[in-house]
């Protein structure tokens, strides 16, 4: 069996590359020659850790084009792997994966052959794949839905940073099939690509539309559930987030994954799916209120954090901040939606405020979208030693190995919006401010402890 993949974007490069490591010849497409050249130069086209490894252990198993007729004539299995991006009302944008249909429809139309399976593995909303996409296939084709080609919903719950670990050893595919026919085929692929067995969880495709999308809102209900928690232990004497957490965590109804309060969610599916859900709930007559909540939880955790940075300035001579960590989560270059540019943002609307910023990846997405207003550092001890505050906004493991020595000011407040850091080898001299944690020794930074009252029981 021979697979091809539309799109070597963050996602797809990865799939395609997974695919051909395992062995199985793939055609990877795209329309940006500089992603094809890049493939079949043997060369990574996106970082993502350890793309770059697996490209070069698929060898001639994995090529790339620019020719959409060839995912058709020379594969069996065809994954669509492009963008859905938001549009005004929150629903997903269907214009890239249609581009990429007719295309494809068109050399379906050309070509004799018995059947050809479609895999849509772009996150769309409930009801589009057999309302829009099918018809779509049909019409351009002239073909037949489940004679000659197959459709299935394939969305994978991956995250970036970690994209090669999460689709060899997933804990659910989730496969909507157009008839078992399909789904028997995907499901095959699989088991031959994982390196675990996970749950292969089979359905209609609609169910398997509104599984994606529900999956990912709950998980944002999940996170800020958590970040209030820690906005309530911060008022609380003697009160830890983690403690609480690791506790609620060990509930197998509740589980411990993204149960960690901390700053918002962020990045290029959470804050748009969680919208889209609502959107999509919306349309069939529900109102989705815990999820506009989310949204509404999620926005206000980037202000509160600001705002206990914008106070704690009178308390330094030098008007600067040291942001450590910009991409949304940890070993990304991505900052779509990154809670920390978010801050960075707030900050520079106060007046003759300096504020130095790195990332061990991110540094040149981050540059792209502030240019000169902010400062670049070239390394963590540059960076921690040019300001009196300090904020930890990612939990990148790097930022663990922060040295006493490195900082320059007396006194050095640092704000860790994760906990990482070891707060009794920061030494003297040092503010420490976690989130989540009750700090009574520091008012006008955090809000004033709350007093309990009434019987214990």
Not at 314 to 335: D, R
Not at 358 to 381: C, I, K, M, Q
Not at 432 to 447: E, K, M, R, T, W
Request: hydrophobic share 40%; proline share 6%.
């Amino acid at each position: 069996m021979k697979l091809s993949v539309i799109g070597l974007g963050k996602l797809g490069a990865c799939t395609a590359a997974c695919f051909a490591y395992k062995g199985i010849p793939t055609i990877g497409v795209d329309i940006n020659a500089d992603s094809v050249n890049a493939i079949n130069a043997g060369k990574a086209p996106v970082f993502e850790p350890r793309l770059q490894e697996l490209i070069q252990a698929a060898g001639d198993r994995l090529e790339a084009t620019l020719d959409f007729d060839r995912a058709i004539q020379d594969s069996e299995v065809t994954f669509i792997v492009v963008p859905t991006p938001s549009r005004d009302d929150g629903h997903f944008s269907n214009a890239f994966v249609e581009e990429a249909l007719a295309d494809l429809a068109s050399a379906l139309k050309k070509v004799r052959k018995k059947y050809h399976l479609f895999v849509i593995t772009s996150t769309v909303s409930p009801g589009v794949i057999e309302g829009e996409l099918i018809p779509l296939v049909a019409s351009v084709s002239g073909k037949k839905v489940n004679k000659d080609f197959g459709f299935c919903y394939n969305p994978e719950f991956i995250a970036l940073g970690s994209v090669i670990s999460d689709f060899l050893n997933p804990d659910l595919v989730l496969i909507g099939e157009s008839d078992p026919k399909a789904g028997d085929l995907l499901s095959r692929i699989y088991e031959k690509v994982c390196d675990n067995k996970p749950q292969i969880s089979r359905m209609s495709i609609p169910s398997a539309e509104v599984t994606k999308i529900s999956l990912n809102s709950f998980v944002t209900m999940k996170i800020s559930f958590a970040n209030t928690l820690a906005n309530i232990c911060e008022r609380i004497p003697g009160a830890n987030i983690d403690d609480i957490t690791r506790a609620l965590g060990a509930d197998k109804r509740i589980s411990p994954f993204y149960l960690r309060g901390g700053l918002s969610f962020g990045g290029p599916c959470f804050p748009r799916d969680n919208k889209a859900f609502s959107a999509f709930a919306r349309e069939a007559g529900v109102d989705a209120f815990l999820a506009q909540a989310t949204d509404e939880v999620n926005e206000v955790q980037v202000d509160r954090v600001a705002e206990k940075i914008l106070q704690d300035l009178p308390n330094h001579k030098k008007p600067a901040v040291a942001i450590l960590g910009l991409s949304y989560k940890p070993n990304t270059p991505v900052i779509e939606e990154s809670p920390s540019i978010k801050i960075i943002e707030k900050l520079l609307q106060a007046k003759d405020l300096l504020v130095e910023v790195y990332d061990p990846v991110a540094l040149e997405n981050t540059r792209a979208h502030f240019g000169d207003r902010v400062r670049y550092s070239t390394s963590l001890e540059e960076c921690v030693g040019s300001s009196p505050i300090c904020v930890v906004a990612t939990p990148d493991k790097a930022f663990r190995n922060l040295r006493r020595e490195w900082f320059r000011f007396q006194p050095t407040t640092i704000f860790d919006c994760w906990r990482i850091l070891d707060r009794v080898a920061l030494g003297n001299g040092i503010r420490y401010l976690p989130l989540g944690i009750s700090v009574q020794n520091s008012p006008g930074v955090f809000d004033r402890p709350v007093k309990l009252v009434g019987k214990s029981r």
